[in-house]
C-alpha cells in the first residue's frame, strides 16, 4: 500500500484544515487507517483510526469532538478534518495503515504533513 498525504498548512488557533491521504496499491478493505502527528521534540502519537469495511472510528482524548476522520471509498481516500484547532495541534501528520482492527503495528507509512496553528 502506498500512502500520500496532503492539507497541510498554517492556520490560526481556533480554524479548521482538512488532511487527506490517498491509498494505492491495494483495496483497503481489511484494512484500518490510521492518522498519528509528532510534534517538534516529542514522540509521534496516534491521533485517529478508522476500520475500512465498515467505517468504525477511534480518536485520541485530545482530539475528541475537535477531529473527525472518514473515507471516500471510491476515491480510495481518508480523510481527517480538523476543527477547533490549537496551537499544541501543531505537528507532522502521518497516515498510515495496518492489516485488521485489533492489530497495533502499522505497517505502511505516508510521508507526513505538516500543521501549523498559530495562536
Known amino acids: 500500500v502506498q500512502l500520500q498525504a496532503s492539507g497541510g498548512g498554517l492556520v490560526q488557533a481556533g480554524g479548521s484544515l482538512r488532511l487527506s491521504c490517498a491509498a494505492s496499491?491495494?483495496?483497503?478493505?481489511?484494512?484500518?487507517m490510521g492518522w498519528f502527528r509528532q510534534a517538534p521534540g516529542k514522540e509521534r502519537e496516534f491521533v485517529a483510526t478508522l476500520r475500512w469495511s465498515d467505517g468504525r472510528t477511534s480518536y485520541a482524548d485530545s482530539v475528541k469532538g475537535r477531529f473527525t476522520i472518514s473515507r471516500d471509498n471510491a476515491k480510495n481516500t481518508v480523510y481527517l478534518q480538523m476543527n477547533s484547532l490549537k496551537p499544541e495541534d501543531t505537528a507532522v501528520y502521518y497516515c498510515?495503515?495496518?492489516?485488521?482492527?485489533?492489530?497495533?503495528?502499522?505497517?505502511?507509512w505516508g510521508q507526513g504533513t505538516l500543521v501549523t496553528v498559530s495562536s
Open positions: 496499491g491495494r483495496t483497503l478493505s481489511g484494512y484500518a
Open positions: 498510515a495503515a495496518k492489516w485488521g482492527w485489533t492489530t497495533t503495528k502499522y505497517d505502511y
